[in-house]
């Protein structure tokens, strides 16, 4: 099993910045790439950014230019650095890690993001 604690939500103005950590343990051999998701009322959960082991990076368009997604691979831990936030921003995001299997996808709990306008 892989587990993943997200950190780092929080209330902030339109403009803000904020960065969401993802702690990842367990079996992270089975990892090959990891990212963030989000999810807003009403709407279905979407990609955000992901990252890959080789550090390959991909963005949603909503978000390139003003987020970056990084890892430390020391402390087996992933960021999503958010500037220049704006009130669509606002969701429940997500930490996500995916194997080579489609049983090998793990999701963390979830850390609320508002962004005030």
């Known amino acids: 099993q892989v587990q993943l604690v997200e950190s780092g939500g929080g209330l902030v103005q339109a403009g803000g910045s904020l960065r969401l950590s993802c702690a990842a343990s367990?079996?992270?051999?089975?990892?090959?790439?990891m990212g963030w998701y989000r999810q807003a009322p009403g709407k279905q959960r979407e990609m955000v950014a992901t990252?890959?082991?080789?550090?390959?990076?991909n963005y949603a368009d909503s978000v390139k230019g003003r987020f970056t997604i990084s890892k430390d691979n020391d402390k087996n831990t992933m960021y999503l650095q958010m500037d220049s936030l704006k009130p669509e921003d606002t969701a429940v995001y997500y930490c996500?890690?995916?194997?080579?299997?489609?049983?090998?996808?793990?999701w963390g709990q979830g850390t609320q993001v508002t962004v005030s306008s």
């Open positions: 990252i890959t082991n080789g550090g390959s990076t």
């Open positions: 996500n890690a995916k194997g080579d299997y489609v049983v090998y996808n793990y």
């Open positions: 367990g079996a992270l051999f089975k990892i090959n790439a």
